[in-house]
């Protein structure tokens, strides 16, 4: 490994050290509630050395939120290259979904209450053009999934793709955070697992612009 190489191996471990701190804390405190103090305790990192590596707390919030989501994209897009089956490409997108909800709350939280007015498009950070990029292209990477199933006479053919990316987008996370919050109540309500509930209900949300419901 050359000398640079392994300078910014130890630079992203150590913005790696801090972020994992920084949200702990904030599942923990609340965002508002965390200063950079409490994360300079907690990752045992000067306040210097935090700014070294990032502006400000938002800043480190936005790269956390930024990981999420490029992880989300790999995920989304390994499980459709994975499979030729539209269905199965689908419940692996749930899964990948449902994986991004569990490991990366702040970034679906902020990604879902997100506004576009919020934003001072004049100033965006270099973090905050790459998380608007992501989204984007996850969105694409899902309409095009969506177009090839009505080619292949899966989808309805009055479907519109891309607008169907966002209710869709909105039902699974719906869906998703009531899994978590009583999909443990409602399956022993229905004598069923939490994976046979989340299968259900991913079904059902599909169903919604399937030809054939399954």
Known sequence: MGRENKKEAVATLHREQIMKAAEQLFSKKGFAQTTIDDISKASEYSRRTIYSYYESKEDILHHIIEKGLVILKQDIQNAINLNDSFIDGYKLICMAMRKYQVEYPHSVNNVN?????????????????????????INTILAEFIEKGKEKGIVRQDIVPMLTVYILWSSITSFLSLAQTKGQFISKQFSISENEFLDYGFKQIINSILEVRI
């Not at 576009?116 to 053009?129: A, G, Y």
């Open 113 to 137: 209450t997100a506004k576009f007015s919020d934003f001072d498009i004049e100033n965006l950070s270099e973090t905050i053009k790459h998380i608007l990029i992501l989204g984007t292209e």
